[in-house]
């Protein structure tokens, strides 16, 4: 299989589905003319054209409103938001808005709308532009949340999200663009890879390890320096957080009976305490420790260097939450 960026593989996803369906369009903040913040849409605006690659006024609430009454009458918007940061000024129309018509019209009018971009901590950008959003919108009934970690689910899960008829907020890590892995060759077949599929990124007997997104990464660097200590650790990628895939947390819990959550988000009220809730109520007589989450520092994110590396999540302290886990400390 050819080896591209995660960037290339949003790439290739966004125009094999524009040009399955001339229904969908991009619209952003420089997506066309400037080929997109982080070049995502690089190329686009040539094959598609302008009526298609859309750029947008500095209104994150406006263009988000927008894409969501085109999605009302037909058609298949992609919205990209700078950062997921930016987003909150358009929650409005995502929470109230998007993730609500359908349920409130009675399934009358669905809402197929992609918001898309990147979410959580690039390098010293600071408090306001680092925070992973994923739990303001996992936890509203009527949107999808997508938080792919490699190239090849970047791909297969857009590809997805946009033909999903659902709105779906899907959440790229920033310092993901530039990572490579493999991805299926375009001319070898449709590569979609199904909502709501978890994906064992390692197998292991010995300890859980269960994230998503940008952490996978992480979690895969702790697992190899565990491994040299003679534990296997199996590391389960959620891919998406709704909807969630329940069975394959609780199948790797009764093979390893040990847990550790690792997600970039602050611990309270955060991810992992879904996941908690879900392994104590599901699996509770499989475990042989409590389950241990690893997150950021419940602080604002630091810009000094020094602290940012603190606040951060990162591979050594899964592999503290391990060993703890194994009761190995």
Same mark, same amino acid.
């Given at each position: 299989?050819?080896?591209?960026?995660?960037?290339?593989?949003?790439?290739?996803?966004?125009?094999?589905?524009?040009?399955?369906d001339?229904?969908?369009?991009?619209?952003?903040?420089?997506?066309?003319?400037?080929?997109?913040?982080?070049?995502?849409?690089?190329?686009l605006?040539?094959?598609f054209?302008?009526?298609?690659?859309v750029?947008?006024?500095?209104?994150? *609430?406006?263009?988000?409103?927008?894409?969501?009454?085109?999605?009302?009458?037909? *058609?298949?918007?992609?919205?990209?938001?700078?950062t997921?940061?930016?987003?909150? #000024?358009?929650?409005?129309?995502?929470?109230?808005?998007?993730?609500?018509m359908?349920?409130?019209?009675?399934?009358?009018?669905?809402?197929?709308?992609?918001?898309? @971009?990147?979410?959580?901590?690039?390098?010293?950008?600071?408090?306001?532009?680092?925070q992973?959003?994923?739990?303001?919108?996992?936890?509203?009934?009527?949107?999808?949340l997508?938080?792919? @970690?490699?190239?090849?689910?970047?791909?297969?899960?857009?590809?997805?999200?946009i033909?999903?008829n659902?709105p779906?907020?899907?959440m790229?890590?920033? *310092?993901?663009?530039?990572?490579?892995?493999?991805?299926?060759?375009p001319d070898?077949?449709?590569?979609?890879?199904?909502?709501?599929?978890?994906?064992?990124?390692?197998?292991?007997?010995?300890?859980?390890?269960?994230?998503?997104?940008?952490?996978?990464?992480e979690? #895969?660097?702790?697992?190899?320096?565990?491994?040299?200590?003679?534990?296997?650790?199996?590391?389960?990628?959620?891919?998406? *957080?709704?909807?969630?895939?329940?069975?394959?947390?609780?199948?790797?819990?009764?093979?390893?009976?040990?847990?550790?959550?690792?997600?970039?988000g602050?611990?309270?009220? @955060?991810?992992?305490?879904?996941?908690?809730?879900?392994?104590?109520?599901?699996?509770?007589?499989?475990?042989?420790?409590?389950?241990?989450?690893?997150?950021?520092?419940?602080? %604002?994110m %630091?810009?000094?260097?020094?602290?940012?590396?603190?606040?951060?999540?990162d591979?050594?302290?899964?592999?503290?939450?391990?060993?703890?886990?194994?009761?190995?400390?």
């Open positions: 299989m050819p080896v591209i960026t995660y960037r290339d593989a949003l790439n290739q996803a966004l125009a094999e589905e524009m040009e399955r001339d229904s969908v369009f991009l619209m952003g903040e420089e997506v066309a003319e400037y080929d997109g913040a982080y070049k995502v849409s690089k190329g605006l040539e094959q054209g302008e009526r298609r690659i750029d947008s006024p500095i209104s994150e *609430l406006g263009f988000a409103g927008l894409g969501v009454g085109a999605a009302m009458v037909g *058609l298949r918007p992609v919205i990209e938001f700078m997921f940061n930016f987003s909150i #000024l358009a929650l409005d129309q995502v929470i109230n808005a998007a993730a609500k359908y349920y409130m019209t009675g399934g009358q009018i669905p809402v197929p709308i992609v918001f898309r @971009g990147p979410t959580g901590a690039a390098l010293q950008l600071s408090a306001q532009h680092s992973a959003c994923e739990t303001w919108y996992v936890h509203s009934p009527g949107i999808k997508v938080t792919p @970690g490699t190239p090849a689910d970047a791909k297969g899960l857009l590809k997805a999200s033909r999903d659902d779906v907020a899907f790229e890590g920033e *310092l993901l663009y530039n990572l490579k892995g493999e991805v299926p060759d070898d077949g449709d590569f979609v890879i199904p909502l709501g599929v978890a994906d064992v990124k390692r197998e292991g007997s010995d300890v859980t390890i269960v994230t998503h997104g940008k952490m996978v990464n979690a #895969l660097r702790a697992a190899a320096t565990l491994e040299k200590d003679g534990i296997e650790a199996e590391i389960v990628d959620l891919r998406t *957080l709704r909807p969630l895939d329940v069975e394959a947390i609780l199948r790797s819990v009764h093979k390893t009976n040990r847990a550790v959550y690792l997600e970039e602050w611990p309270y009220v @955060g991810i992992g305490s879904q996941i908690v809730s879900i392994i104590q109520e599901e699996a509770f007589d499989y475990l042989d420790a409590p389950v241990v989450r690893v997150t950021q520092a419940d602080v %604002p %630091p810009y000094a260097k020094n602290l940012e590396k603190i606040a951060k999540p591979a050594a302290r899964v592999v503290e939450a391990c060993n703890r886990v194994l009761y190995r400390n």
